[in-house]
Nanobody, 121 residues
Framework: QVQLVESGGGLVQAGASLRLSCAAS????????MGWYRQAPGKQRALVAT???????DYADSVKGRFTISRDNAKNTVYLQMNSLKPEDTAVYYC???????????????WGQGTQVTVSS
């Protein structure tokens, strides 16, 4: 089995910072892209940031300049550093990873359980 375990969410005031972490564990042969998505009440899940296995990043326009995605391949972990948080950043944040469980299997998309980030004004 493959599981993604998140940490770092919480309740903060506008302008504060948080760092989210997501570690993949279980049966893993390799991991390709990893990313963060978020879903606010009444809205669909949307991309926040992604990072390829080689370190290429992509960000939603709404978080560019404020959020930074990174990864530690040795730890199978992806991070999201969130600075200058705004109330509109309030959402459930989900970790995603494209994981190849074994040499004889193909890549599949896996999701974390989600962690709540609430930014008060």
């Amino acid at each position: 089995q493959v599981q993604l375990v998140e940490s770092g969410g919480g309740l903060v005031q506008a302008g504060a910072s948080l760092r989210l972490s997501c570690a993949a564990s279980g049966t893993i042969f390799s991991i390709n892209a990893m990313g963060w998505y978020r879903q606010a009440p009444g809205k669909q899940r949307a991309l926040v940031a992604t990072i390829s296995s080689g370190g290429t990043t992509d960000y939603a326009d709404s978080v560019k300049g404020r959020f930074t995605i990174s990864r530690d391949n040795a730890k199978n972990t992806v991070y999201l550093q969130m600075n200058s948080l705004k109330p509109e950043d309030t959402a459930v944040y989900y970790c995603n990873a494209d994981v190849r469980p074994s040499r004889w299997s193909s890549y599949g998309s896996y999701w974390g359980q989600g962690t709540q980030v609430t930014v008060s004004s």
